[in-house]
Nanobody, 123 residues
Framework: VQLQASGGGLVQAGGSLRLSCAASGRTFSSYFMGWFRQAPGKEREFVAA????????YYADSVKGRFTISRENAKNTVYLQMNSLKPEDTAVYYC?????????????????WGQGTLVTVSS
């Protein structure tokens, strides 16, 4: 699976961005899809994940109520809608794919990764 993330940019605090991740290769709909982020000097952390059918979603406590993950299997694409952005959301955001049937928040367990897209939130 090849993953291509896009949609990052510079936004003021309180603003919104929508990230997209286009997948190609093996059957996209078989995978859990997720978003992780890595801020400068910090470890990569779980942000959100969605099951293959889209019926189950999971969020980090820090983004719950502000971010929404969704997927369109017909377009092989997963999205992350980010609202009410805060300066602490500044990071490189990565999309990832996992063949697991349960959500795994440890990034080292995920199978495939995109190249990352930078989100900068100014105060």
């Amino acid at each position: 699976v090849q993953l291509q993330a896009s949609g990052g940019g510079l936004v003021q605090a309180g603003g919104s961005l929508r990230l997209s991740c286009a997948a190609s290769g093996r059957t996209f709909s078989s995978y859990f899809m997720g978003w992780f982020r890595q801020a400068p000097g910090k470890e990569r952390e779980f942000v959100a994940a969605i099951s293959w059918s889209g019926g189950r979603t999971y969020y980090a406590d820090s983004v719950k109520g502000r971010f929404t993950i969704s997927r369109e299997n017909a377009k092989n694409t997963v999205y992350l809608q980010m609202n009410s952005l805060k300066p602490e959301d500044t990071a490189v955001y990565y999309c990832a794919a996992d063949l697991s049937t349960v959500v795994r928040r440890n990034p080292s367990l995920w199978d495939y990764w995109g190249q990352g897209t930078l989100v900068t939130v100014s105060s």
